[in-house]
């Protein structure tokens, strides 16, 4: 066992992991960016993609491709390359590295040939989702994508519905409709759920509600662009403990983010799991 230095003075080179943005330029960080100036080489899952927003940032630094299908003859080339003195920064399209996303295999290896690997904080679709989700925050459960179909997308939804965090999943839009119900047939319909979608851009949207609810809206709203899907723990159903002055401030902040008073109503009744005359009362102060 060892302490590993991320900041070392030695002959090894070092990789670093940077996260790029989830949709919004703006979310780039100027650590980031002096990062990508500063490598050696930049390892991006596509080349392409990141090159726009290398010139965007006018980063100049060169680039080689490092993805699912060619992690294992590029593994041990940048891992030469870094024991040879260089400094590696790998990219995916979008996000933090290794999240659902290339990466981990280069970390193991990394770490393996005693090379620093310097994380940078950045942005990630699940936590920018889950702390506007209203659902309880912590603990929280990352699971990524679900298998696409058979006994292993049984088996993963059945092992959500068990579990008493709340759960995050990612998911395509072409499947989310598919995902509600089958998330429905083996949860029941009352789950809470929040759907997050193009997070940062301009189309950014929550929907909250039970699974049902957040279904029906979906078969008249077509899903579009990326999803994050949040489920509530099994046992709280995701009841978060407001006081009522919180309570009016909910319904007045949807109010004025444009719905009307009853749908203002409704929602915050539905994420606290209260009957809508008791918010009413509350929020009239009756
Ligand atoms: N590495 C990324 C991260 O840190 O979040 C995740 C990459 S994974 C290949 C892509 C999935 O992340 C999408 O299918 C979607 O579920 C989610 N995602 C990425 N960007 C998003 C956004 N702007 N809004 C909502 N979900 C997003």
């Known amino acids: 066992m060892n302490e590993q230095k991320s900041f070392q003075d030695n002959s090894l080179g070092s990789l670093f992991l940077v996260p790029t943005p989830i949709g919004n330029l703006e979310d780039m960080t100027i650590r980031a960016i002096n990062t990508l100036k500063e490598v050696d080489l930049i390892a991006a899952e596509d080349t392409r993609n990141t090159g726009i927003l290398l010139s965007h940032f006018e980063v100049s630094t060169k680039q080689t491709s490092f993805h699912e299908h060619n992690k294992a003859e590029k593994i041990p080339e940048l891992i030469n390359k ?34 620093a690997v310097v994380p940078l904080p950045g942005a990630t679709a699940s936590t920018t989702a889950l702390i506007a989700s209203g659902l309880v925050p912590q603990p929280f459960y990352f699971y990524g994508f679900l298998a696409r179909k058979g006994k292993q997308r049984t088996e993963e939804i059945t092992d959500l519905s068990n579990r008493s965090e709340t759960s995050i999943i990612y998911e395509s839009p072409f499947r989310v409709l598919k995902t509600l119900v089958d998330l429905k047939e083996i949860m029941g319909s009352n789950r809470q759920i929040v759907t997050a979608r193009e997070l940062t851009k301009i189309h950014e949207a929550f929907v909250r509600g039970s699974i049902e609810e957040v279904e029906s809206w979906f078969m008249e709203h077509e899903p579009k662009g990326e999803f994050v899907i949040m489920i509530s723990g099994k046992d709280d159903t995701s009841i978060m403990e407001l006081t009522d002055e919180q309570i009016k401030l909910r319904v007045q902040q949807l109010i004025d983010d444009g719905q009307k008073p009853k749908e203002a109503i409704k929602e915050v009744a539905l994420l606290i799991q209260r009957p809508k005359n008791e918010i009413y009362d509350i929020y009239h102060e009756l």
């Open 82 to 115: 870094m024991q040879a003195g260089m400094k590696i920064a790998q990219v995916s399209d979008a996000g933090t590295p290794s999240i659902s996303d290339p990466g981990k295999e280069l970390v193991q290896a990394a770490i393996e040939a005693g090379i």
